[in-house]
C-alpha cells in the first residue's frame, strides 16, 4: 500500500515560491515520462487500475500496477507492484503494446494476465504525460515538487509519501502557512486527470 500527501499549488508562481523556500533541501531533480496501459476491453480502468511505464532522465525505467486508489483529505492511498524494467523494451511497448504479452520474467505482468484477464484482446497504450519532480529531503521527509505537463494544461503539485500521513500532513501545512504558500487538498490522481483531459477546478 502506497500512502502520500498530496498537495495541489494553483498556478506557476506558487510553484516557484515553495522551490525557493525548499532550495536548501533539494537534493536532485527527475524528468519522468509516464505512459499508461490497459487491456482491449478496459479490463484495468474499469476495475481501478492502471499499469504504467515510468521512465527517469531517459536513463532507466519501472513498471507498476496500481490499484484501489482512494483521495481524501490531501491524503492518497492505493495499492501499488513495482519493479525495474528494461527501457529499450519500454519504449518498443510504447509501439507495440502486445510485447507487454510476451514477458514472462515480470511479477507485475503476471498479475496483469492473471488477476484482470488482460491478454486475451490484447493491450492499448493509452499515452501519458510528462512531470519534472524536483525532491528534497525535508524534516526527515522525502518532498516531492511536481510540474506535470499534459498536451491540455499544466499542474502543480507536492508530494510526499508517508507512514504516518496526518502528523506530516499538518508539518506541511504548517511550513506551506508560514511561508505565505497557497495550497489546496488533491482530490484526485495525476492519471485520473490525464483520463479527465481538463485540469482540475482550483
Request: aromatic share 8%; with cysteine; charged share 30%.
Given at each position: 500500500m502506497e500512502v502520500e500527501i498530496k498537495l495541489r499549488l494553483p498556478d506557476s508562481a506558487t510553484h516557484q515560491k515553495l522551490s525557493n523556500s525548499l532550495a536548501p533541501f533539494h537534493t536532485k531533480t527527475l524528468i519522468q515520462e509516464n505512459i499508461f496501459f490497459d487491456g482491449t476491453n478496459k479490463e484495468l480502468t474499469s476495475n481501478l487500475a492502471v499499469l504504467r511505464i515510468r521512465f527517469y532522465n531517459l536513463e532507466h525505467c519501472v513498471l507498476s500496477l496500481k490499484a484501489k486508489p482512494v483521495i481524501s483529505a490531501g491524503i492518497s492511498r492505493m495499492e501499488e507492484h513495482e519493479e525495474p524494467f528494461d527501457p529499450v523494451l519500454g519504449r518498443a511497448c510504447?509501439?507495440?503494446?502486445?510485447?507487454?504479452?510476451?514477458?514472462?520474467?515480470?511479477?507485475?505482468?503476471?498479475?496483469?494476465?492473471?488477476?484482470?484477464?488482460?491478454?486475451?484482446?490484447?493491450?492499448?497504450?493509452?499515452?501519458?504525460?510528462?512531470?519534472?519532480?524536483?525532491?528534497?529531503?525535508?524534516?526527515?521527509?522525502?518532498?516531492?515538487?511536481?510540474?506535470t505537463n499534459y498536451d491540455f494544461g499544466t499542474s502543480y503539485e507536492l508530494e510526499c509519501e508517508s507512514a504516518d500521513p496526518e502528523r506530516h500532513k499538518k508539518l506541511l501545512e504548517e511550513f506551506l502557512q508560514e511561508n505565505g504558500i497557497s495550497y489546496s487538498y488533491s482530490k484526485v490522481s495525476k492519471f485520473a486527470v490525464f483520463q479527465s483531459r481538463k485540469l482540475p477546478e482550483l
Open positions: 510504447i509501439a507495440e503494446p502486445w510485447k507487454l504479452l510476451s514477458v514472462d520474467s515480470s511479477m507485475v505482468l503476471k498479475r496483469v494476465r492473471d488477476e484482470y484477464g488482460v491478454g486475451a484482446n490484447g493491450v492499448v497504450c493509452l499515452g501519458g504525460f510528462r512531470n519534472v519532480r524536483a525532491v528534497h529531503e525535508w524534516e526527515g521527509l522525502k518532498l516531492e515538487l511536481d510540474e
